[in-house]
């Protein structure tokens, strides 16, 4: 007795809907992953700098608190004041202040390796993590930072700002046995050097948290 023709038609239109089901299906988890990875780079990207943003730049640091960690890597984070942002943010229309940090944040980038990262922390802080680098290696592009900024004042329509920084060097040393919690708490206790050649530098471990 031979097969029902129409029993093996259903069995096509079953097959065919199940293969046009699975395609959709396909279809939509790469429209998520699209999706999530814009809301990733969204939340972890400052619009007005293009840099990292707070959360961004907390992300970097616990990347490399993980390096740390596992392989004992050394590595700095630079804390970077700018007074004149708050001067500039006072007495300038919204677009000059705008155009400012996205000014700063440009130059800052200028000065750093493929590896390192450099985010916006708040109206007045930019905050850069130096991968890999110990006492020896953050000092100089420190200094360099500082001498990038104080060359390139802005002109405001009220007035001229110098950009020269008031900075911090974290310095976490191998294994330092702490959370991200505790270098930001660091980050935000920060006040920096008044002399722009040679900021205030914190060795940041379990057994130090002195400065030199």
Do not use: C
Request: charge should be negative; hydrophobic fraction near 40%; avoid cysteine.
């Amino acid at each position: 007795m031979g097969d029902n023709p129409h029993s093996e038609r259903g069995r096509d239109e079953l097959e065919r809907r199940l293969q046009q089901l699975q395609e959709q299906l396909e279809d939509y988890r790469r429209r998520y992953g699209e999706l999530r990875l814009a809301l990733e780079t969204l939340t972890t990207i400052d619009p007005t700098s293009g840099v990292r943003n707070r959360l961004g730049i907390l992300q970097s640091m616990e990347g490399a608190l993980q390096w740390n960690s596992r392989e004992g890597q050394p590595f700095g984070v630079v804390v970077l004041h700018l007074p004149a942002l708050n001067e500039l943010r006072k007495l300038e229309d919204q677009s000059v202040f705008e155009e400012s940090i996205a000014h700063v944040a440009a130059v800052i980038s200028a000065g750093l390796r493929d590896v390192d990262r450099v985010g916006r922390w708040n109206d007045d802080v930019f905050v850069v993590v130096l991968a890999k680098l110990d006492a020896n290696g953050v000092r100089p592009v420190a200094a360099r930072l500082a001498s990038m900024l104080s060359a390139v004042p802005i002109q405001g329509e009220k007035d001229v700002y110098e950009l020269t920084p008031k900075m911090t060097a974290l310095l976490v040393e191998p294994r330092a046995g702490i959370a991200i919690d505790d270098l930001a708490r660091e980050i935000d206790a920060s006040h920096g050097s008044d002399d722009p050649d040679s900021p205030r530098v914190i060795y940041v471990g379990s057994n130090s948290g002195h400065g030199a």
